[in-house]
């Protein structure tokens, strides 16, 4: 992937709710820039977990030479759609900061990624930068005018269809699946009920064929995973998950790269390395593409 940087890391509070402040770690390359921007979030089965859980693939990114923000934000009881209402704000924040010269970065080189249920929040959140929901809080006044709308989505094993993963955690429970442990508690504190798990979902938002952004996507996936990579005996095409979300998105129009690793080698280069370079072609060559044309 070529030049290899050095990169500092910095936690910043971007948002506040009452006592309980939100916060994001930067991870800096060294150099002039303008570096593209990754915004980061983590997994947790949207009940638990943390942006520390970012920091082995945002090493790789801020090493590849793109600035990184890994987010905490909203999850567990707080309930859907708090989480997006954080992500959101967080990639306008970040923009603003960037118009402001307060970051080595440009509006307008942003990606976004996530890991497991954080897969499922990059890929919804970049669906829907403009819901009324997920909007709700404004910047400070004088803040720039920009957007939460982003360039491409990586995903590594996202929890892509919310609705299927809770009735499989569900049914493998009931086997006495070991895997299962606390997932349907957790994904059940969040979403709070059917409807809302088929309402913010990707998959079925495609196939509903809701107009939605079609960006560039790639999504990582380990083998054999059967937390994510199974087939939902609901679905109308005999496709695991993966397959199917991706016949999906290349039907509406999208591009989505399917890369699948060996699961034993989801915290290596082997997951890790493809999401710099995409991040890399789509934010960096892309750019130069364009502004040569």
């Known amino acids: 992937m070529g030049t290899t940087y050095e990169y500092t890391t910095e936690d ?43 920091r082995g693939r945002d090493e790789v990114l801020a090493q590849a030479g793109l600035l ?6 909203r999850d567990g009881k707080d309930g859907y759609p708090t989480a997006f209402v954080d992500i959101n ?7 603003a900061r960037a118009h402001a010269g307060q970051l080595q970065t440009r509006a307008d080189l942003v990606g976004i990624c996530g890991q497991s249920s954080g897969g499922h929040l990059a890929m919804l959140a970049a669906m829907r930068p403009q819901d009324a929901r997920y909007t709700a809080i404004p910047l400070p006044a004088g803040s720039p005018a920009v957007d939460a709308s982003v360039r491409c989505v990586a995903m590594a094993w996202p929890v892509i269809n919310p609705l299927s993963r809770f009735r499989n955690a569900l049914r493998e429970r009931a086997k006495g699946t070991a895997w299962v442990g606390d997932i349907p508690e957790r994904q059940g504190g969040f979403w709070k009920n059917d409807e809302n798990m088929a309402e913010g979902n990707p998959m079925l938002m495609l196939e509903r064929g809701e107009k939605v952004p079609m ?5 990582v996936q380990g083998r054999p995973d059967p937390v994510h990579d199974y087939r939902d005996p609901e679905s109308p095409v005999a496709l695991n998950e993966p397959e199917r979300f991706a016949a999906n998105y290349r039907k509406a129009g999208g591009t989505i790269d399917l890369l699948y690793i060996d699961q034993a080698a989801r915290t290596t280069a082997a997951a890790r390395d ?7 072609r789509e934010l960096v060559e892309g750019n130069t593409a364009k502004a040569a044309a």
């Open 12 to 54: 910043l509070e971007y948002l506040r709710h009452g006592e309980r402040a939100l916060k994001l770690r930067l991870y800096k390359p060294k150099g002039a820039g303008p570096f593209p921007l990754v915004v980061d979030l983590h997994g947790g089965a949207w009940g638990k977990g943390s942006l520390e859980e970012c």
């Open 68 to 73: 990184v923000a890994a987010l905490d934000f």
């Open 89 to 95: 704000y967080a990639i306008r924040w970040l923009k």
């Open 215 to 219: 960006l560039p996507a790639l999504w």
């Open 274 to 280: 493809p999401i710099a370079a995409f991040f890399l």
